[in-house]
């Protein structure tokens, strides 16, 4: 399910944020998730509900007609209900990939021309080799490959498509799937 923003509130929703949502004539308490409206098949999460631009909030709930009106409302503490946004329904897919990015960063512990020594990266051996055939970037730019494990505390050797700087920092970009909190319930 998924809603398109028209207007903002102060404080934007945070997403799996317990959220009350009014979709056609039915009235649910949901957790979202938002994300980016793309047209590829993996999306972006979204760690707040966007304040500009259109968006989808992901959510369990009864299947839903299409281009139903969304009204999303935040319960204060209070008692009082304050509008987060409203939109239209997108569609009720169950198989639409919302992916959350981790950046896993380490720092070169020896240099050799075009290979390196790197630690902080990992912490165990088991972890290099699952992550071997990923590739490996640095802030400036080079681009490398796992190329042997060291020692059984996370070292590991690194091959680059040039010379590393003792300054420079190791980065490995992973995705994760991400799914909404199944908390579902009639208001």
């Not at 299409?66 to 009720?92: D, H, Y």
Request: one cysteine or more.
């Amino acid at each position: 399910s998924s809603g398109i923003n028209a207007e903002w509130p102060l404080r934007p929703g945070k997403s799996k944020e317990t959220i009350l949502a009014q979709v056609g004539f039915r009235r649910y308490v949901i957790r979202p998730i938002y994300s980016q409206n793309t047209r590829s098949n993996k999306h972006k999460l979204e760690r707040f509900m966007p304040t500009a631009g259109s968006f989808v909030s992901s959510y369990y709930a009864p299947i839903t007609l299409s281009s139903s009106p969304v009204i999303l409302f935040r319960q204060e503490e209070n008692g009082s209900v304050t509008l987060l946004s409203s939109g239209a329904m997108l569609s009720c897919n169950p198989d639409r990939v919302v992916c959350k990015r981790v950046v896993l960063s380490g720092h070169p512990f020896k240099i050799n021309k075009r290979t390196a020594v790197i630690r902080y990266l990992f912490h165990n051996r088991e972890d290099i080799t699952y992550f071997k055939p990923v590739e490996i970037k640095t802030k400036d730019g080079r681009r490398g490959h796992i190329k042997t494990a060291l020692g059984t505390h996370g070292h590991c050797k690194i091959g680059f498509d040039g010379p590393l700087k003792q300054s420079d920092t190791v980065i490995m970009a992973l995705y994760k799937r991400v799914f909404p909190k199944w908390d579902f319930q009639y208001s």
